[in-house]
């Protein structure tokens, strides 16, 4: 054997921790090497935590949404339009969201939002 400054060295993990790694790990587009690196820990430990925890850690602990981002947004009018309504009160009520140049979205007064986060995260991913 070795002397002792060669041996290794093992490290204690609080379950915590180890749990945020694990979550960490199962994030959308996470990889477990990257996330070893950013903790400093093997990779082949993450994969016995991530084994030991599963995907639970991952929604138990996850980190909280990323923030929102600043979009950068443009008021015009556009007269004339196909189908419009032609009261001003009428036309106030609706909101159009142009998404990467290729689609529009037209929001009236009654919208789901959880339907058009979900339909703006897909398109937004595109």
Same mark, same amino acid.
């Given at each position: ?12 993990? /609080?379950?915590? $921790?180890?749990?945020?790694? #694990? ?5 959308? +587009? *996470?990889?477990? @090497?990257?996330? !070893? ?30 923030? /929102?981002?600043? $979009?950068?947004?443009?008021? #015009? ?5 196909? +189908? *419009?309504?032609? @009261?001003?009160? !009428? ?36």
């Amino acid at each position: 054997m070795g002397t002792n400054s060669e041996r290794r060295i093992n490290k204690r993990w /609080p379950e915590a $921790l180890k749990r945020e790694i #694990v979550a960490a790990s199962f994030a959308p +587009g *996470a990889s477990v @090497s990257t996330v !070893a690196r950013q903790y400093d820990v093997n990779a082949n430990q993450v994969f016995t935590w991530r084994r030991r925890y599963g995907p639970v850690a991952a929604s138990v602990t996850a980190s909280p949404a990323p923030k /929102p981002k600043l $979009l950068p947004v443009t008021v #015009v009018s556009e007269p004339g339009i196909i +189908g *419009a309504p032609s @009261s001003a009160s !009428a036309i106030s009520d609706v909101v159009e969201i142009e998404v990467a140049g290729s689609y529009v979205i037209r929001i009236g007064p009654h919208f789901n939002a959880g339907l058009l986060r979900r339909i703006l995260d897909v398109l937004v991913r595109r």
